[in-house]
């Protein structure tokens, strides 16, 4: 169509030209939030407006990282950590994703569980730490099933909204050519809740960074909470400082393998913002 040819007050439709960013400035980009706020935490312990009894200084945390990794404290409580957050996440998972496959996909299960399971998910986790040692003592079973708790819920939510949400059309169709229940699940309904699981997938995984500190307070004698109390004791704010940034790290972490399961289990799918 010429220019001649448009009507008037009509303007030339021109589609969305997509600005390509390389992989490197994308990562630069993204790190200038961080950067920033290190620069402006080295600024005011070094000018003074940070004292080392509230916070201590970048280099004296670094330091700090130095003097545990060498003694061998920081491996330790790493591992010991790792370990309750991922067998409670684990389990957590397991039980969200066969809840929401259950309420999802079955009308008994649905009228059965899913209303006490929605009471249930309203309760804080952190309401349960007393109760929870009552039960089970302040041993590792405690801390384990209370990261369970916190997990199962927002696995069970994306999970039993995902398998809802699978087309009833292609369902009906499966089944017209003899497929069974669990064929359906596996084939059919799993595969089209992949972006519901995999948003539970990231919650859960957030989560249980969260109730990992929690249950860290249930009486440890190891891991990154227990470095925490030793170092609350002993005022160590530099101590403090890596227990935080090292939950930190973990939490940031456990998003970064989620996106890169998008990105296998889903290669068709367009990064968020990409088209801006």
């Known amino acids: 169509m010429s220019d001649a040819t448009l009507r008037p007050g009509l303007v030339r439709p021109r589609p969305p030209r997509r600005r390509a960013r390389s992989r490197a400035c994308s990562l ?35 330091r700090a990282v130095g003097e545990l990794w060498g003694n061998g404290q920081l491996p330790d409580a790493l591992t ?20 929401g496959i259950t309420t999802g996909f079955t009308r008994l299960g649905d009228e059965l569980l899913d209303s006490s399971l929605q009471t249930l998910r309203t309760i804080p986790f952190l309401s349960l730490v007393p109760l ?17 708790v916190a997990t199962t819920f927002p696995m069970y939510v994306s999970t039993s909204s995902g398998v809802r949400n699978t087309d009833p059309g292609l369902i009906e169709a499966m089944r017209s050519f003899g497929m069974g229940r669990l064929a359906l699940v596996r084939e059919v309904v799993l595969p ?13 995984m957030t989560l249980s960074v969260i109730a990992l500190i929690a249950a860290e307070e249930i009486n440890a004698t190891a891991g990154i909470g227990y470095l925490m109390s030793q170092a609350q004791s002993y005022a160590r704010t530099d101590v403090l400082a890596v227990c935080i940034l090292v939950y930190g790290l973990l939490g940031l972490t456990a998003d970064i393998v989620v996106r890169l399961l ?6 068709w799918r367009t990064p968020q913002g990409a088209t801006r």
């Open 28 to 62: 630069t980009v993204r790190a200038l939030g961080p950067v920033a706020l290190l620069v402006l935490w080295w600024a005011a312990s070094a000018t003074g407006l940070l004292t080392p009894d509230v916070l201590a200084s970048p280099t004296e945390v670094l």
């Open 80 to 99: 010991t950590s790792l370990t309750r957050s991922g067998l409670g996440l684990l389990f957590g998972l397991a039980a969200g994703l066969t809840l």
């Open 132 to 148: 929870f040692m009552v039960w089970f003592g302040i041993n590792e079973t405690a801390k384990i099933l209370l990261i369970a």
């Open 192 to 204: 089209g809740a992949l972006p519901s699981l995999l948003a539970g997938l990231r919650l859960s």
């Open 262 to 267: 998008e990105r296998v289990l889903m290669p």
